[in-house]
Each structure stands twice: as C-alpha cells, then as structure tokens.
Nanobody, 123 residues
Framework: QVQLVESGGGSVQSAGSLRLSCAAS????????MGWFRQAPWKEREGVAA???????SYADSVKGRFTISQDNAKNTLYLQMNSLEPEDTAMYYC?????????????????WGQGTQVTVSS
C-alpha cells in the first residue's frame, strides 16, 4: 500500500506561481514512476507530468516550459513547481504512483492516488 497526500494548492492570479507537494508513505520503494494529473469540472483527467526513478521526465504540451516535476527521495516527496499560471490551469491536482511503468501520463496505468489539492487561477 502507498499513501499519497497532496498540499500546496490555492488561489493565485494569472502569471503567478505555486508549488505542489505530495508526501508519500507506505511501501514506496518499488514505485517506478510518480505523476501529477489534473481534472477541471466537466473535463477528462489530464496527465500533467511524470517522473521515473531514473529521473526521466515527461510533460503535457500545455505545461512545457512552465511546470517542473521533481522528487526528493530522502523526504519521499514529489513536487510540481508551476510558474506563469493561466486560468486554464484551474483544476484539482492529483499525484499518483505507478509501480510497474512505463511511466506514461495515462491515468489508467497508475496504481495509487492522492485525494487532490485545488488550484484556482484568476485572470
């Protein structure tokens, strides 16, 4: 079992920044990949970014150059630094863990999920 708890969401104006955190606990040592997803009302869940144990990262085109995913293995914490935020980034953000890979941004491939943290960007 893996437990994931997100934090760091909030309300910010357009062009602002936020850093999301995801604290992981439980049997995390075999986790192959960690990802960030988001879901806005009446929209499908979108894979924002993913990072594998070897540090390889991938990003959705909509956030490339603005968002950065990283992890601190000593703290068992995943981060998402979000800069130049836009109203279109408003959504509930979730972190997720994928035990087996291939470390995509497809939600069905992830095994464990946090409860989410809300990000609201106003213009």
């Amino acid at each position: 079992q893996v437990q994931l708890v997100e934090s760091g969401g909030g309300s910010v104006q357009s062009a602002g920044s936020l850093r999301l955190s995801c604290a992981a606990s439980g049997y995390i040592y075999s986790t192959y990949c960690m990802g960030w997803f988001r879901q806005a009302p009446w929209k499908e869940r979108e894979g924002v970014a993913a990072i594998a144990t070897d540090g390889t990262t991938s990003y959705a085109d909509s956030v490339k150059g603005r968002f950065t995913i990283s992890q601190d293995n000593a703290k068992n914490t995943l981060y998402l630094q979000m800069n130049s935020l836009e109203p279109e980034d408003t959504a509930m953000y979730y972190c997720a863990a994928d035990y087996f890979g291939p470390c995509s941004r497809i939600s069905d491939e992830y095994d464990y999920w946090g409860q989410g943290t809300q990000v609201t960007v106003s213009s």
